[in-house]
């Protein structure tokens, strides 16, 4: 399948996410055209605020639905567009605990089935569809040590939802819809065989300054799962073997561009990727805020520990690296960047303590469940 290039046009759903205004800037950073499509002009707020200049050159257009999960829903966004970056799916932020959990998973699985199927039926130039999955589709509970790749599939989560039913958590909930959801759009390829081909991207913890200076991005967004951390710790919440826990993660800057890199590279057709800059612990974390003060984050010197971080399973990136060319940013730029653009847009220490109540979802019987839930509630990017 030959590759895109600028100035071709891409349809961007859930343009007015973290990782969709990302993903969006990357695009008009190289010259291509965009159409974000979004539910409501109140969405495209901080789209139009950051990209006027664009929207005046006629670069950067909008089209609106009102629910993925809607027959049709894309079928007049994917009109005359040469390309699609699919990021648009339920998080946790906003799922209704009360719903049954399939709600959310049949709500993921129609939106890419949903645009697919647009694809085909009305989108005649579309030459390629990259997916925004997420590493939760991959990574589960194997044993210490394991190194994941994209020939993983994280089946469990599904399988634990079935069996809590109502009681699974959202992040678990999350976790499940992005594995189905993904499932289905590689198994709709093969039944159908479009004109265009699909790439699918798995992002884990997708941390950074907001594209768009969008508040949301911070108190809602994957962001916001750092700064809660950071505000444990700095209270003293949070215990010394604590501080040695690890997450993965990767800057959306990065993801952005990796998104771009999908479209244009012909090497990319049909293929995983898994994005991730590496782990880091809160320790380094708070060692990197104490060396590179935010203002209005006061960070004491943190204390050594004779432990060391507790890495155990990890993604490996280099698929990425090697056929789509990612080079990821500096793991301290990504931390300092994403609170200093945390405070910049009016975040405090306290606002985290609001967010507290997310990690009761952690509070799990089973070693399983609490791990799957964990992983997930660290991979929200969207």
Known sequence: MPSLVAPSLILVTGGSGFVGSGVISSLLGRNFAVRAAIRSDEEAHYLKATFSSHISERKLSFAYFSDIADTGAFDGAVRDVDGVVHCASPVPSTIDPEQHPDVTINTATKGVIGILSSARQHGTNVKRIVITSSAAAVTDTKEDNYVYNEENWNMSARELVTEMGYKAPPPLRYSASKVVAEKA??????????????????????????????????????????????????????????????????????????????????????????????????????????DRPVAGISVPPVKEHTATSKVTSYCSAEKGKEVLGIKYRPKADTIYETVQGAVEGGWTLNDSKKRAGVTSHLRLSSTTERSLACLTLCLLHQ
């Open 185 to 290: 759009a590689w198994d709709w390829m093969k039944e159908h065989q479009p004109a265009f081909d699909l790439v699918t991207l798995l992002p884990t913890f997708v941390w950074g300054r907001s594209p768009t200076s969008c508040p949301s991005h911070y108190h809602a967004g994957s962001d916001s799962l750092l700064l809660l951390p950071i505000s444990q710790a700095l209270s003293g919440k949070l215990k010394d073997d604590q501080l040695l826990e690890t997450t993965e993660m990767v800057d959306v800057l990065d993801v952005g561009e990796a998104h771009v890199q999908a479209l244009v590279s012909p090497e990319a057709t049909g293929q995983r990727f898994l994005l991730s800059a590496g782990w880091i612990s809160w320790k380094e974390a708070l060692f990197i805020l104490h």
